[in-house]
């Protein structure tokens, strides 16, 4: 999972797994889902992410482990 944000645009965009985009969806005002071709999210697109989100910090609770 990576997250990437874009100051110039103020678009936060966050990837749960790599592989091309074939459909988005915006689910709420500047919120928008991508999805693969098999209809599984794949990306997250938040708009004007500073009005959003505290982005001057970030952390993590919890990693699940790795799969062996």
């Known amino acids: ?5 874009f100051p110039d645009t103020d678009t936060l965009y966050i ?4 592989g091309p985009g074939a459909d988005a969806a ?3 005002p500047d919120v928008i889902f991508d999805y693969d071709a ?7 697109t ?5 009005e959003r989100a505290d982005l ?3 952390s993590v609770s919890r ?3 790795l799969a062996a």
């Open 1 to 5: 999972m990576t997250f990437e944000y």
């Open 15 to 18: 990837a749960f797994r790599s």
């Open 26 to 28: 915006e689910v709420a």
């Open 38 to 44: 098999r209809g599984n999210v794949i990306g997250l």
């Open 46 to 50: 938040v708009e004007h992410a500073s």
């Open 56 to 58: 001057s910090s970030f």
């Open 63 to 65: 990693i699940p482990p």
